[in-house]
Structure formats: C-alpha cells, structure tokens
C-alpha cells in the first residue's frame, strides 16, 4: 500500500512538471522560431543552410523529448485518475485529501464529520481497491 500513497503523493507534482514541460516547450520554440514554421517548411523556403538546419534539428529534437517526458507524465495522471475513479464519492473525498492534498489527518477528521478510526477506515478500504486495480 506504501507504493499507491507514494503515488498519490507525487500527484500535485506530476501536475506542476506537465506545466513546466509545456512552459519550456514554448519557450524553445519561441527562442528558435519555430513556432511560427516547422524545420521541414523552413528547409524548403530557404537555401540549404547546414549550420542553421543543425541548430533546427537539436531544437526540434529537444522539443520531441521534452513532449516525449509530457506524454509519460500524463500518462501517470490518467492512471491515477482511473484509479480514483473506482473509489465511491467518501473514499475519493478521503484520499484526495489525506494522500494528495496532504492534510493533517485532524483536519480530514473535522471536514468530513468523522472520528479518526472512521477516517482511517476509508482510507485503507479506498487504498486497497486503488491497489487491487493496479495489480490487474
């Protein structure tokens, strides 16, 4: 069960690192104008350059790996969003909150009405059926 709260955990993060991927993406292309036209219609327009289609090469293979690590991150979020998914509206309530949004147990007791074993219970029974999902 350590393995599905350490992925809940990073939730927030995997949200901010798509958001910086996206932000330097945009920034490459902006620096390098590739924004406004591709390398291959670049080449096309304009004499063969072999230090100037280098230099649209590396940035457009930076931009690929950089969409590359996007495309896993969002894949993460997809598979932790499914796995809530599964979870009834209490649970969802009770993990998002213990595990993503990292509120003291207290607080959680407090919000939705419960003692601290009542709390504790949702949370295994929702963190066992996150788990028997990621086995499958």
């Known amino acids: 069960m350590s393995k599905v709260k350490d992925e809940l955990a990073l939730y927030k993060q995997l949200k901010a690192d798509i958001v910086s991927l996206e932000l330097d993406i945009q920034e490459i292309k902006n ?28 940035k457009e293979k930076e931009i690929n790996e950089l969409l590359y690590k996007k495309e896993r991150l969002e894949l993460k979020i997809k598979r932790i969003d499914n796995a809530l ?6 649970e969802k309530q ?39 999902l990621c086995k499958k």
């Open 31 to 58: 620096d390098s104008g590739l924004k406004a036209i591709s390398y291959n219609e670049r080449v096309q327009i304009s004499p063969k350059n072999d230090a100037m289609d280098k230099i649209f090469e590396a």
């Open 85 to 90: 998914s599964v979870l009834s509206g209490r």
């Open 94 to 132: 009770v993990i998002t909150m213990l595990y993503i949004e990292k509120l003291p147990h207290g607080r959680v007791e407090v919000e939705i009405d419960r003692s601290y074993h009542g709390v504790r219970n949702i949370s295994i029974e929702g963190l066992r059926k996150i788990q028997r």
